[in-house]
């Protein structure tokens, strides 16, 4: 069938966990943002599942070692995967640390055929890893296919010794061997659509897969649980159905490719290169020049109407060392994906042991291996019009921004409003620190009905724009001269004359008449919590010139607690 | 992929329906009634598909260059809405409060439009008038002061700059009354980068020390309304407002606001018609012309 690649794919388990150097006997989880990634398979014994809170992660596992999501040494640790692999074929793609895949039409036919060359490629990866990780493997039509192929059988759980767990108490002691050959799934020409058949539609969804979850859940809920029954479906009504997320998971789960594999290599002149001059030792100087030639080859794609799935990224040392590598992605390079990869592979080889470079890098090129049609993100029409912004991208933008804030500043620097109940200008609003990453989820109010619920007392709406916390220190006098008093009854004893404004540490004092007024406004609080209750009445005053302010006095004492500014 | 055919047929067709100075000229006062009655469906049709047809115009994958502001704004600003990559300064006289709400009525409208709005160091901003004069709380996010030194207002608001269309920041440089001012060379690389990156600077209070920004609109008179003698509340304010600059907001302009009206909104004061004084006339007639 030439819709379809034969791929093999090389899969490391719980790689995260592999690569901080934990033993995969001992209940370890990698966190990211607060929510786990990956874990080792005795903290899945556990109980501690992927995307779990690390509360609720570590009260089902108290303990549990806690790891930090760290992208660039996951990659870093996993260079020597696609070297060992090399020699098989030079055309070792990286899906993202943890997994490759290379088609096998050549190699199968060099190594004798794909169990073989399968048996021999999960020999090698073994070997590179040294008994660190399991390692599986998988070959099938379609690189989908394939990655499902590889995960689907998990390896013999090894259960740490003291943990005896039912039936299986005779367990195996810490670092005992596993089994002699590493598991290996072949899937046969042509027997992809029926292995994917009994897969549930939620594969689609994992580990930055093709469709997402919303996708998923809608399927679930119509009633297509399996790929089967995906597959059964006419491509037409999927597609009118779901668009182009559709048309893609349809395809995925016949068995084909995702796109008909593109057989034009690209046009040349889409490959940048870049002269590093002097030569570079480090590898934050080359990141920048390639964090450049990223935007330019996204620039230039956009420009065409395409975007990048596979990319071919290579460097050169000064004394003629090449280093290439080929990186696939689901979906399209962003240029910060790129950058990324970059880092990553340069990484890998100036610290891999045997073969560093033995300069400074003086070139680094990037070259585009497979261009699709861009689809683009089509604004909505309700969405649309001048001026108008690509939500997510835009959301997206923020988050990293605030990353950048909260680097510098700490994490309590960073808040966002929530509409709280109360009565005070100040209450009605608290300010809430966030997480960069969640900054883009929706934040309900904690408490709706307090928001909604009617609060007597309220001072009617405009609400002011500036809000003095503390409320500056105030005297309101009347036309006598004596300080205004409001009764407990919210009776004020006369008409406000002139407002005397202690100065606040930015500036003196001032000392303004009052033109007009209104008020008071009576509230007592809490009146049933003996150390919460408070009784402030409120009075809007304004003053020559337009400015108004918003007084209150509690126990005799008058401030001012917001100007309309 | 946009149907760069299909828009553009059907953007000629909204000039088929009719000879284009009909169009562009409105009716003409010669049409008959029945070529009048078709030629009205015919403008209705006409403008339906104009406006579908504008909305779905492909935008190049580069933002635009404006960001959309409040229609009360449309005569204040040259362009119509705020140039990206400009600083903006927002100030009243002296004696004159509403700054503040000035430059959250700005930013409002790209806030509704879609934008991320972030404000550093405004610890006193009264978020209810915020969310009241339009600014969606969802893309809002406030930054604690940077504290002491320059160098820590300068980068936080250059990180924010990168992932922000609309940075609020206090005049003065960050801290209250003026603490912590950043010195003019950071105010230039601040300036270089804000027009790189196509964001807009609003500074609450004034310019940024050292610059004298592209834009700049000053509060020159408010009178709140609403307030009687001991009764009633603050219902709204008519603000002056005078916008000026460099280049092409050079030309003065200037426009009466309500920030915000009776209603909650911020719109462009309408101009009531002027009373006919009554002229008494001798004792035989009894008013009137």
Redesign the interface.
């Known amino acids: 069938m030439t819709e379809v690649t034969r791929t093999l794919v090389v899969w490391c388990a719980d790689w995260p966990v592999v690569a901080a150097g934990v033993p995969l006997d001992v209940p370890a989880a990698v966190f990211h943002a607060n929510r786990v990634v990956a874990c080792s398979p005795a903290a899945r014994h556990e109980g501690v599942e992927r995307h779990q809170r690390r509360r609720d992660a570590q009260s089902r596992c108290p303990d549990l070692v806690v790891l930090e999501h760290d992208p660039a040494a996951e990659a870093r640790a996993f260079a020597p995967v696609p070297a060992a692999l090399e020699a098989l074929t030079p055309r070792i793609e990286i899906t993202h640390p943890g997994a490759c895949a290379f088609p096998t039409r050549g190699p199968s036919r060099y190594h004798g055929g794909d169990e073989a060359l399968a048996a021999r490629a999960a020999a090698l990866v073994a070997e590179a890893l040294a008994g660190r990780g399991p390692v599986q493997v998988g070959v099938a039509d379609g690189p989908f296919a394939a990655a499902l192929a590889a995960r689907r059988r998990a390896p013999a759980t090894p259960v740490p010794a003291g943990r005896a767990v039912g039936p299986r108490s005779a367990a195996p002691t810490a670092g005992a061997p596993r089994s002699a050959a590493p598991p290996v799934a072949v899937v046969p020409p042509g027997g992809s659509p029926a292995f994917l058949a009994p897969l549930t539609v939620r594969v689609l969804a994992e580990q930055g897969g093709p469709a997402g979850p919303e996708l998923v859940d809608v399927l679930e809920r119509l009633g297509i649980r399996t790929l089967g029954d995906l597959a059964a479906l006419p491509v037409a009504e999927v597609v009118g159905r779901f668009g182009a997320e559709g048309r893609i998971a349809h395809r995925l789960a016949r068995g084909l490719d995702e796109r008909p594999p593109v057989t034009a290599p690209p046009p040349a002149e889409l490959t940048l290169a870049a002269e590093i001059d002097p030569p570079a030792e480090r590898v934050e100087a080359v990141a920048f020049v390639a964090r450049g030639l990223a935007d330019d080859l996204h620039t230039r794609l956009a420009a065409a109407g395409s975007a990048c799935t596979r990319l071919l990224v290579g460097a050169e040392s000064e004394h003629g060392e090449t280093h290439e590598r080929v990186w696939r992605t689901e979906g399209t390079f962003t240029p910060l994906a790129i950058a990324d990869r970059v880092r990553w592979q340069l990484d890998g080889w100036l610290q891999a042991g045997a073969h560093r470079p033995t300069g400074g890098l003086t070139r680094l090129w990037l070259a585009p291996d497979e261009i699709v049609p861009a689809g683009g993100r089509q604004l909505a029409f309700s969405a649309g019009g001048p001026g108008a912004v690509d939500a997510v991208e835009a959301g997206d933008r923020a988050a990293r921004a605030l990353a950048r804030v909260q680097g510098l500043l700490g994490v309590e620097a960073v808040r966002v409003p929530e509409w709280r109940g109360g009565r005070a200008p100040g209450e009605r609003v608290a300010l809430v620190p966030v997480a960069a990453d969640d900054v883009t989820e929706p934040r309900p109010a904690a408490r709706p009905e307090w928001v909604r619920g009617p609060w007597p007392g309220l001072v009617p709406d405009p609400a002011p724009a500036a809000v003095h916390d503390p409320p500056l220190p105030a005297e309101v006098l009347d036309a006598a001269g004596r300080p205004v008093r409001v009764s407990g009854r919210g009776e004020i004893s006369a008409a406000p004359a002139t407002v005397v404004v202690a100065g606040d540490g930015c500036g003196p004092g001032t000392r303004a008449a009052v033109v007009a007024w209104a008020g008071p406004w009576p509230c007592d609080e809490r009146w049933w919590d003996v150390e919460a209750h408070r009784r402030r009445a409120r009075l809007q005053v304004t003053t020559p010139g337009g400015v108004a302010h918003l007084l209150a006095v509690e126990a005799g004492r008058w401030s001012v607690e917001a100007t309309y500014d | ?2 149907d760069h055919g299909g828009v553009a047929r059907a953007e000629e067709l909204v000039g088929d329906a009719g000879p284009p100075g009909d169009r562009l000229a409105g009716r003409p006062a010669t049409a008959g009634a029945v070529t009048g009655a078709g030629g009205a469906a015919a403008a209705a049709v006409d403008a339906a598909v104009g406006a579908l047809a504008e ?2 115009r492909p935008t190049d ?1 580069a ?2 260059r ?3 502001v409040l229609p009360a704004f449309d005569d204040l600003l040259p362009a ?2 705020l140039r990206r990559g400009t600083i903006a300064a927002v100030g009243a006289r002296p ?7 000035l430059a ?1 009525a700005l930013a409002a409208g ?1 806030s509704q ?4 709005v ?1 404000a550093v160091g405004l ?10 004069l339009g600014v969606s ?8 002061d ?1 504290g002491r030194g320059r160098t ?1 207002w300068a ?2 608001v250059a ?7 609309v940075v609020l920041v206090a005049a003065g440089g960050g801290g ?3 603490r912590g001012r950043i010195g003019p060379a950071d105010a230039r690389r601040l300036v270089a980068r804000v027009r790189e990156r196509g964001a807009v600077l609003v500074a609450v209070g004034g310019d940024l020390p050292g610059q004298r920004s592209p834009l700049r609109l000053t509060v020159t ?4 309304e ?12 008519r ?1 002056t407002v005078e916008a000026g600059g460099r280049g092409e907001a050079s030309r003065g302009r200037r426009a009466e606001l309500w920030l ?1 009206g009776p209603d ?1 909104t911020v719109v462009a004061v309408e101009p009531l018609a002027e009373p006919i004084p009554l002229r008494r006339r001798s004792e035989g007639a009894v008013g009137g012309p």
């Open positions: 992929m946009f909305r779905v994958l933002r635009d404006t960001l959309p119509t809405g004696g004159v409060t509403g700054a503040t709400s959250l790209a439009a879609g934008s991320w972030a610890g006193s901003l009264g978020l209810v008038a915020a969310a009241e709380f969802e893309r809002l996010v406030m930054i604690a940077p820590g980068s936080v990180a924010l700059v990168d992932g922000f269309d209250a009354g003026g008179s408010s009178a709140w609403g307030l009687g003698d001991g009764w009633g509340h603050l219902q709204g304010r603000v915000p909650g």
